[in-house]
């Protein structure tokens, strides 16, 4: 996040970002919500895929590790 030092920076940022014009950044949208519109954005993930495991699994492989 190249960019995001100065509040200038950060307004650019999330214009960018999030495709939000200069006066929802600054005026209409609180500055929380801007941050938790910025982490629930999609990004590219590198590395391999989490598949789900079902509890049965889980506390299977829990108990053998037991042992």
């Not at 006066?23 to 209409?28: I, L």
């Not at 910025?38 to 506390?59: E, I, P, S």
């Amino acid at each position: 996040m190249n960019g995001n030092d100065t509040l200038l920076g950060q307004v650019a940022f999330f214009m960018e970002t999030l495709h939000l014009s200069y006066d929802e950044v600054v005026h209409r949208i609180p500055y929380r919500n801007l941050l938790l519109m910025q982490k629930d954005k999609l990004h590219v993930v590198y590395g391999t895929k989490v598949n789900k495991v079902k509890g049965r699994d889980m506390a299977a492989r829990r108990r053998r590790n037991k042992r």
